[in-house]
């Protein structure tokens, strides 16, 4: 007879839930300390903050004349940046995190045309160079961060430690971004809640997923409001702009969490072709206009019971 | 910001860009691994051959072989880095089985069953040790086989090898066995005394994990048997004398394969799909395809499954011979014959969390193929109850 067994803890920034179909509770608890385990380690390699990370060695060693040496997860993540890099026409810049130092969301503030000019020139993952397994960011100042799919990265490596440890009934929550490793024990699937845009911790629709993931972008992580105009925390890394983009938010369901992350912000830094566009990856995706009008292919209820279906 | 790229290109791009990530495959998908803890399973069979029918039959309806199976197999890890694994089989057949083949009256072929039950016990023992490091398992193994007329002593040597993304195996094997036969010998039948045989194999295989719901793997082999490879026990009709069966004293086999796993996660079903091509010197052809799926629901497994099969005759297989052969090779074992089989299998599976309990059907059909197929070509059904255990 299995139970269910749920953990909450906060990582990566973020709350995240585990919950999981087994025999009994020790085995819950072994499982969930593996799995958090897991998280702390990805945490602790790629965490811009922790300065023992492989991503602040990384940045530390920037223009300092000598490449970082970094293990095969590293590079294969690398690569995937580099991927996301080609296939956006370079809008998703693992080295535009630079930007964070002239955008203070907290400050209610833009930043001057100066200001923002000054750290233009660090930006621009074309101009890294990088070995089998090696990268040296060319001038000192520059720096890459992972914070675009870290998370979701993490989200998978947990659903794999999931069936490494036989689960075939569980989920994996990291502040939203969601994989399941299998619907519920009688075969009914997750209801998995999407934030509402303009009212946290309010969900505005329920998707239900019996495999995959789910990966959900929005303008609502960090923003400001100035003069009644939204700026968000999704920044052009050519003009070093706020980008205003034609959705409050795009979910996207896909196989992985990392494929499915990646695909909401791709859609969230398109432009006014952004629908057409994820309609062209067949990937079942959940659109939520500025009017806060719900679009797209995946069966989904509103929080007012209202189903959509296109 | 308009880009003329294409999401579902950006989709595959992306989608292979993540295959590799090491977090991302369950062990599962990956190599081979270690074993975690001591594992146990047991495996209880029981194989029932159609009756002889007594249209076909020289003494009227003769009941086949019914056999039971029984198998243990332990598994423990060892040194940090190895295992050992122990598999004991014993099975006890008893029935008559296909002896000769003689012309009817409209020189339809009547086959003759052996006359008296046969009661055989076969006990067979095999060691293997397995040693794991990250990109590697090589393995050693002997195996010890035991009947009242035949002994067979074997060894066996693999190497597994996988790439740093653990995506890709290459396996390699050669083994050896040494069999003698000593038949039992009947009043007013001339059968050999004591014979042996040896038999030298290799493969070579190559399976890929293309993502987490695909992998497909193929493989060729290559075997040579010498010595006495004709069936002590059977005779032929070769112009108006019972023969002894006879085959040539060299045998060699080329067998090349093909598996594709395919999982279907919307569905949590699982597809198996296998083909064989076969070749030997003795002319056999065979041709196998086996189609299996396998469907979870909660700690349960149904699986279900299809194989068809088709065989060319061997050069000297008839089921009698009007004349005799420049070469003197004769047999007619079914085995050897022109024919077809179709064979449905089920299985139900129940998974607890400290082992698991499964249960087989199958149900296999044969039909000759060519003018006038083997008489002796046979049915069978098989149950099998299997249960198994794991202390991790």
Not at chain 1, 201 to 204: E, G, P, W
């Given at each position: 007879m299995t139970m269910r067994f749920s953990r909450s803890f906060k990582a990566m920034g973020s709350l995240c839930e585990l919950q999981i179909y087994t025999h009994e509770k020790s085995r819950s608890e072994e499982i969930f300390e593996d799995l958090i385990g897991e998280v702390s380690r990805l945490e602790d390699k790629y965490?811009?903050?922790?300065?023992?990370s492989v991503i602040s060695q990384i940045n530390a060693a920037a223009g300092q004349g000598a490449p970082v040496y970094v293990d095969s997860e590293t590079v294969q993540l690398l690569d995937y940046a580099d991927t996301l890099f080609a296939e956006s026409d370079g809008m998703f810049?693992?080295?535009?995190?630079?930007l964070r130092e002239v955008w203070?969301?907290?400050?209610a503030k833009l930043p001057s045309a100066a200001e923002v000019r000054s750290v233009?020139?660090?930006?621009?993952?074309?101009n890294v160079d990088r070995g089998d397994d090696q990268i040296y960011?060319?001038?000192?100042?520059m720096q890459i961060d992972f914070g675009g799919f870290a998370k979701e990265y993490a989200v998978d490596a947990l659903a794999a430690r999931c069936i490494d440890h036989d689960i075939q009934h569980g989920i994996v929550n990291l502040g939203g971004d969601v994989r399941v490793v299998?619907?519920?024990?009688?075969g009914t699937p997750w209801r998995v809640g999407i934030q509402h845009p303009r009212a946290p911790?309010?969900?505005?629709s329920v998707v239900e997923v019996s495999h995959g993931a789910v990966a959900t972008s929005g303008d609502y992580e960090r923003f400001m409001l100035i003069d009644g105009k939204r700026y968000c925390?999704?920044?052009?890394?050519?003009?070093g702009r706020s980008i205003h983009p034609q959705f409050a938010s795009v979910s996207i369901m896909a196989d992985s969490c990392l494929v499915a992350g990646s695909f909401s912000t791709l859609a969230m830094l398109k432009g006014d072709d952004a629908a057409a566009w994820i309609e062209s990856t067949g990937l079942p995706h959940l659109l939520v206009d500025q009017s806060l009008r719900l679009s797209g292919t995946v069966h989904a209820e509103s929080d007012t019971g209202e189903t959509t279906r296109r | 910001m308009v880009t003329k790229r294409t999401g579902s290109k950006a989709l595959l791009a992306l989608t292979a860009a993540s295959?590799?990530?090491?977090?991302?495959?369950p062990k599962s998908a990956r190599a081979q691994t270690q074993p975690e803890g001591f594992s146990a399973s047991y495996r209880h069979s029981q194989y029932s051959e159609g009756e002889q029918p007594a249209t076909q039959s020289a003494t009227g309806a003769v009941e086949r072989f019914d056999i039971t199976v029984q198998q243990l197999h332990l598994q423990t890890p060892m040194f940090g880095n190895a295992a050992v694994t122990v598999d004991l089989v014993s099975e006890t057949l008893s029935g008559a089985s296909p002896w000769f083949i003689t012309p009817g009256v409209d020189g339809e072929p009547v086959q003759t069953m052996s006359g008296a039950t046969i009661d055989e016990q076969r006990d067979e023992i095999n060691v293997a040790t397995n040693l794991f490091s990250e990109h590697a398992r090589t393995g050693m193994g002997f195996s010890y086989s035991t009947e009242n007329d035949y002994e067979s002593f074997g060894v066996r040597f693999s190497h597994s090898s996988y790439s740093d993304d653990k995506n890709s195996t290459v396996d390699f094997a050669i083994g050896g066995s040494v069999d003698s036969i000593t038949p039992t010998q009947a009043e007013g039948i001339t059968r050999v005394i004591e014979e042996g045989k040896t038999n030298f194999y290799g493969s070579v295989g190559f399976s890929h994990v293309?993502?987490?719901t695909l992998l497909i793997g193929v493989s060729g082999s290559y075997s040579v048997f010498e010595g006495f490879?004709?069936?002590?026990?059977k005779l032929v009709f070769v112009a108006g004398d019972l023969l002894p069966d006879a085959r040539p004293e060299d045998r060699q086999q080329a067998a090349f394969d093909v598996r594709v796993r395919k999982y279907l996660p919307s569905y949590d079903v699982a597809l198996h799909s296998d083909y064989r091509y076969y070749t030997d010197t003795f002319g056999v052809v065979s041709n196998t395809l086996k189609l299996g799926a396998f469907k979870n629901i909660g700690s349960w497994q149904v699986s279900l499954g299809v194989r068809a099969y088709l065989q060319d005759s061997a050069n000297?297989?008839?089921?009698?011979?009007e004349s005799e052969r420049q070469d003197g090779y004769y047999s007619s074992d079914y085995r050897l014959s022109e024919f077809q089989s179709l064979s449905f299998s089920a299985g139900i599976k129940k998974d607890f969390g400290f082992g698991a309990i499964r249960l087989n059907y199958e149900n296999y059909e044969s039909t000759g193929e060519g003018d006038t197929p083997n008489p002796g070509l046979v049915d069978f059904e098989l149950v099998s109850v299997g249960i198994e255990f794991s202390i991790k």
């Open positions: 965490s811009r903050y922790k300065s023992t810049d693992i080295t535009s995190g630079v203070d969301f907290r400050s233009l020139p660090l930006i621009g993952w074309q960011l060319p001038q000192q100042g299998g619907p519920h024990p009688d911790a309010k969900a505005i925390h999704l920044l052009n890394p050519e003009t | 295959m590799g990530l090491p977090a991302l495959a293309f993502n987490k490879l004709s069936d002590p026990y000297f297989h008839a089921n009698f011979f």
